[in-house]
Structures are given as C-alpha cells and as structure tokens.
C-alpha cells in the first residue's frame, strides 16, 4: 500500500514562507512522478506542482516563481518550498501520485495565509 504523509503547514503572514514536506512509502519513489495540489473548501483540488522522477518541474500559473517543488530520493521526501505567500495561497495542500493503475493522496496540510 503506498503513504503519503504531509507536515509543515500552519499560518504564515503576506510575504512569509512555508516548506511542506510529504514523506512517502510503499512505491518505488525514485521512479515516481509526484505532485501537489491544493484544494480551498467548496472549490475542486487544483495542481500546484509537478515533479518527473528525472527533477523535471511544472507549476501553476498562480505560483510560478514563488514556489518550488524538489524530491529527496533518499529520504523518499517531496517538498514544496512556498515563498512570497498570499492570502489566496490558503488551502488544504495534498501531496499526490498515481501508481499501480490508482491515485494516491495524503491526507493533506492547512497553510494559512490571513489577509
């Protein structure tokens, strides 16, 4: 069975930073495109970030330069380095893969970004 495990989120101010980490086991992490997406109550889950097993990247358009996703294939850990946060920023944050035929998510991170 594969596991997602995110932390690091919490409140932050306009302009802060926050890195959310999500910890994976049960796949071969080394070979799997990972992803993060965030999803705001009563919206649908948007994409956020990308990252191909070779450290290929694609963002959001809404997020492009101030976040950044990065993979540890030793410690099968994905990030998401959040800069320059917004209040639009806020949202439930889900660390995602798709493996063995089936999408896997965690359980998810709240980042906080008062206006």
């Known amino acids: 069975q594969v596991y997602l495990v995110e932390s690091g989120g919490g409140l932050a101010q306009p302009g802060e930073s926050l890195r959310l980490s999500c910890k994976a086991s049960g796949l071969n992490f080394g070979i799997a495109a990972m992803n993060w997406y965030r999803q705001v109550p009563g919206k649908q889950r948007d994409l956020v970030a990308t990252?191909?097993?070779?450290?290929?990247?694609n963002y959001a358009d809404s997020v492009m330069g101030r976040f950044t996703v990065s993979r540890d294939n030793v410690r099968r850990t994905l990030y998401l380095q959040m800069n320059s946060l917004k209040s639009e920023d806020t949202a439930v944050y889900y660390c995602?893969?798709?493996?063995?035929?089936?999408?896997?998510w965690g359980r998810g991170t709240q980042v906080t970004v008062p206006a």
């Open positions: 995602h893969t798709y493996n063995r035929n089936r999408d896997f």
């Open positions: 990252i191909s097993a070779d450290g290929g990247t």
